[in-house]
């Protein structure tokens, strides 16, 4: 059998434990930035007394949730500008996908990738202006995560509930 020196394994213990903190600490910082998000848009939804009865979050910085019965739509964004929405769905007819893709010239046959996602919400009143709600700007992020399957989901949900 083998013999493992008691220095050793405590060694080898705390230096696993030293290597893993950093992963914890950030995680556990994500976790409470996605809470305060969630916090936020419930409190923003129960201040005109809806409850989101569906919410996504992401990157830890967006959230958007849908009260199906009062038909309202909250979105709130931290960040360099924070923004945060409270819109009644009665108030607007259209709901358009905004998908702008970056030109590739050198190679056209490439996949291209979105630079700006984002859902329009166009007014009912003519003299309104268009609400747009930012998914991805690729400004802020160099990569995606799942944000134009989320702009899909979304966008078909908004536009459910404005027929």
């Known amino acids: 059998m083998f013999e493992i020196d008691l220095v050793t394994l405590l060694m080898s213990c705390l230096l696993m ?10 995680g556990l910082k994500n976790k ?62 259209k709901v358009n996908l905004i998908k702008n893709f970056q030109s590739n010239t050198e190679r056209p046959k490439a996949p291209q990738l979105p630079e700006y996602v984002a859902l329009e919400l166009i007014p009912v009143a003519s003299s309104a202006n268009a609400v747009s709600l930012e998914i991805y700007d690729v400004e802020q992020y160099s990569d995606l995560l799942g944000e134009t399957v989320l702009a899909d989901k979304w966008f078909e949900l908004v536009k459910s509930q404005l027929k």
């Open 32 to 93: 409470k930035k996605t809470n305060l998000l969630i916090t936020q848009l419930k409190e923003l939804g129960q201040s005109i007394g809806s409850s989101p009865s569906e919410l996504d979050t992401w990157r830890h910085c967006y959230a958007i949730g849908i009260d199906v019965h009062q038909g309202v739509l909250i979105y709130v964004r931290h960040g360099v500008a924070s923004v945060s929405h409270r819109l009644e769905l009665a108030d607007y007819k």
């Open 17 to 26: 434990c030293a290597f893993s903190v950093p992963f914890i600490t950030h």
